[in-house]
């Protein structure tokens, strides 16, 4: 098993910056595909960004360019830099691993943070 524990979150203006942490412990977090998925107020969860144990990364049409993943190994932890953040970026963010290879789909993940509530303003 992995537990997960998020942090970073907060109240940020229109093109401001964030950084979200994650740290991993448990079992071996290097086998593990890491995922950044987010939920906004009445909307389903959705995938942000992901990034395999070698470090190959993805990410949804709506962040690529604005927002980093990547994740040591050797600290047990994945970071999700955010740039240029927007309104409609407001959403609980959440850190989720998956045993499998690097996928979006929610149902791929094993285990989940309790997330992380991040606010843009306008």
């Known amino acids: 098993q992995v537990q997960l524990v998020e942090s970073g979150g907060g109240l940020v203006q229109n093109g401001d910056s964030l950084r979200l942490s994650c740290v991993a412990s448990g079992d071996t977090f290097s086998r593990y595909s890491m995922a950044w998925f987010r939920q906004g107020p009445g909307k389903e969860r959705e995938f942000v960004s992901g990034?395999?144990?070698?470090?190959?990364?993805i990410y949804s049409d709506s962040v690529k360019g604005r927002f980093t993943v990547s994740r040591d190994n050797g600290k047990n932890m994945v970071y999700l830099e955010m740039k240029s953040l927007k309104p409609e970026d407001t959403a609980v963010y959440y850190c989720?691993?998956?045993?499998?290879?690097?996928?979006?789909?929610?149902?791929?993940?094993?285990?989940w943070g309790q997330g992380t509530q991040v606010t843009v303003s306008s």
């Open positions: 990034v395999s144990w070698s470090g190959r990364d």
């Open positions: 989720a691993a998956s045993r499998w290879e690097l996928r979006r789909a929610v149902s791929a993940y094993d285990y």
